[in-house]
């Protein structure tokens, strides 16, 4: 049986600016909208100190709908102690049960990030490596007993054990990223890379799994940003500005990993990714309102359902 596609996207970041009810009432369009989850990202002190902590924003939102899909993407795992955020992964399924997807990554955009939250950036993915396997020991109901490099503790545990499991996703471009997701997680999370590169990334991962004695359906994702507008160059007026702000680098370093412009354009984009088997996209659309750029998501969405059929 072929994994479904699944369509996410981040409904602005000024949400959590508005008033509670219009809060709601955007995540209401997302529904609506045909969308299947809402993602935010998770950052400590980005560049000049932004950030939107994955966990809260994760909570915030399972109670905002009661049956919207949320997607934690990716969060930066090695910043914090395993234990903790196994027991913030329970009480998240506890709340929205099936819901959640729990996608990780290692940082590294910004090295400063990762150096004030006392953590050698030499050593973000061996700590990821045994955050991982903590992580996935305790929510499948095990006690714990760890003597590692960078963790040790006697008898740990975490109650209750999300049912059903949560599913894991590994983001990154490097083949340690791909090599990770194929020892311990459900599928891979790509960013800003060309359709061969994920064709020859999903084969990694499936070399890995294998050698790992890993039996899975593996469930890909994408996480891109996207420009919604009449044309090319007015899309690219709407997420050129929102990616230089944020990232601190120039359009034009993403633009080629950006889609931008109508709707067409978009599909037209991602249906490559589609066909190298991707099954899951993560969409951050940047239009004249939030609302149309969700409105796009949802058409995106369901052209690409159709074209998996």
Not at 92 to 100: D, F
Not at 103 to 112: E, M, T, W
Request: with cysteine; charged share 25%.
């Amino acid at each position: 049986m072929s994994t479904p596609v699944r369509v996410g996207v981040t409904p602005g970041i000024d949400i959590w600016s508005r008033p509670w009810e219009q809060r709601r009432q955007v995540v209401d369009l997302v529904v609506d909208a045909g969308i299947d989850h809402v993602f935010f990202a998770d950052h400590v002190s980005f560049r000049v100190g932004h950030g939107h902590d994955g966990m809260v924003t994760a909570a915030a939102v399972a109670n905002l709908h009661p049956t919207i899909g949320i997607y934690i993407g990716v969060y930066l795992l090695p910043l914090r102690h395993p234990i903790p955020v196994a027991r913030q992964l329970a009480n998240l399924a506890e709340m929205a049960p099936g819901r959640v997807s729990f996608g990780i990554g290692v940082g590294g955009d910004d090295r400063h990030e990762v150096e004030i939250c006392g953590v050698d950036p030499r050593t973000r993915g061996k700590r990821t490596d045994e955050s991982l396997q903590i992580i996935q020991c305790l929510l499948s109901g095990e006690t714990v007993d760890h003597q590692g490099e960078f963790f040790s503790f006697e008898q740990a545990r975490i109650v209750p054990v999300p049912d059903p499991p949560i599913p894991v996703y590994v983001g990154g471009r490097a083949d340690a990223a791909l090599k990770r997701a194929g020892r311990y997680a459900d599928g891979w999370l790509g960013i800003w890379c060309s359709t061969r590169r994920y064709a020859e990334s999903l084969a990694i991962f499936k070399q890995e799994a294998e050698e790992a004695g890993r039996t899975i359906q593996p469930d890909h994702g994408i996480q891109l940003w996207v420009g919604v507008g009449e044309d090319q160059t007015e899309a690219a007026s709407y997420v050129g500005p929102a990616m230089e702000g944020f990232y601190r680098v120039p359009f034009e370093k993403f633009s080629r990993y950006t889609p931008h412009g109508t709707v067409d354009d978009i599909v037209d984009f991602l249906a490559p990714y589609l066909e190298a088997g991707c099954r899951h996209f993560n969409l951050t659309p940047v239009a004249a309102s939030a609302e149309q750029g969700i409105e796009a998501i949802g058409e995106v969405g369901e052209r690409l359902r159709r074209m998996a059929d």
